[in-house]
């Protein structure tokens, strides 16, 4: 079985530049969640997929952010325009349950993105 | 405010000794606790998921505890080996759903030959 997929693995971009992070989940997974570290910090949640639907996205830190599931399959995070505080490593997560919440979450390796 | 803590920040041991992991927890209500273990550069990997109704859960050399009253877990690994030297993150549910999730900042673990 496949594990969660990210790309790309390392970003460097400068501020005020765009930059979409891409994650293929585990298939079958319908549940699919974004993470973040930021330097020095704990992992914090970003936004749940329930399949192409946006379950909750309280964590999303304002409207330069945007995440897509087009067809409940993988899922893109754009930042436009990026800023320096928005250096840090982008998790995505993917899980079968919902609910109940005993599933594991199943994480791909991150994406690290450094604005300059 | 919800908020995990966990003890020590680093630890360094020598192969095949044992150690415990400690954290405290303040998330409310609660679901479950969970441990991950993170290698450098990779994400974190799930070693254990308990509810308030389990008190222990083994996962090979890995051992969790924890104790809902007091809202303390530990980790406890036996005869260590290199392949250890992980960060060691506690995560705590405080929803039914995974998306409520509480991370601790981790326990960086180094295992030395």
């Known amino acids: 079985e496949a594990g969660v997929t990210q790309f790309p693995s390392h970003s460097v971009i400068e501020k005020g530049q765009t930059v979409t992070l891409r994650c293929d989940p585990i298939?079958?997974?319908?549940?699919l969640y974004w993470y973040r570290r930021v330097m020095g910090k704990e992992i914090k949640f970003l936004l749940h997929?329930?399949?192409?639907?946006?379950?909750?996205e309280s964590g999303m830190p304002n409207n330069r952010f945007l995440a897509e599931r087009t067809g409940g399959t993988y899922s893109t995070l754009k930042v436009q325009p990026a800023e320096l505080e928005d250096s840090g490593v982008y998790f995505c997560?993917?899980?079968?349950?919902?609910?109940?919440?005993?599933?594991?979450?199943?994480f791909g390796n991150g994406t690290r993105l450094t604005v300059t | 405010k919800n908020q995990v803590e966990q003890s020590p920040q680093s630890l360094i041991i020598l192969e095949g000794k044992n150690c415990t992991l400690q954290?405290?927890?303040?998330?409310?209500?609660?679901?479950?606790l969970r441990w991950y273990k993170q290698d450098t550069g990779r994400g974190p990997v799930s070693l254990t998921i308990m509810t308030f109704s389990e008190n222990t859960k083994s996962n090979g050399r890995y051992t969790a505890t924890l104790d809902a009253d007091t809202k303390q877990s530990s980790l406890h690994i036996t005869a260590s080996q290199l392949s250890d030297s992980a960060s060691y993150i506690c995560v705590v549910s405080g929803y039914f759903g995974n998306e409520k999730l509480t991370f601790g900042t981790g326990t960086r673990l180094t295992i030395i030959p």
């Open positions: 997560a993917s899980s079968q349950d919902q609910g109940r919440g005993k599933s594991p979450l199943h």
């Open positions: 954290c405290n927890y303040t998330v409310s209500p609660f679901s479950n």
């Open positions: 997929f329930v399949k192409e639907s946006k379950q909750d």
């Open positions: 298939s079958g997974h319908d549940n």
